[in-house]
């Protein structure tokens, strides 16, 4: 998995908390664990654009190739 350095976004921002909230989700050890990353990702979608959302997504899915 990369790390999350690469992620191509402002730090700081609702698309960059997105991502990391995402990968926590995909890379989550367990379900309680994921079900908590989602609803964090969930929250903070909330406050994203279309299309911020749909930025965190692919770059949420390339860091956890």
Same mark, same amino acid.
């Given at each position: 998995m990369k790390t999350l350095s690469l992620i191509p976004a402002v730090a700081g921002t609702a698309q960059a908390a997105l991502t990391r909230a995402l990968v926590l989700a995909i890379t989550a050890p367990d379900q309680a664990r994921a079900d908590r990353a989602i609803a964090l990702a969930e929250s903070i979608g909330a406050?994203? $654009?279309?299309?911020?959302?749909? $930025?965190?997504k692919r770059n949420a899915a390339k860091l956890t190739k």
């Open positions: 406050g994203c $654009t279309k299309r911020q959302v749909a $930025t965190a």
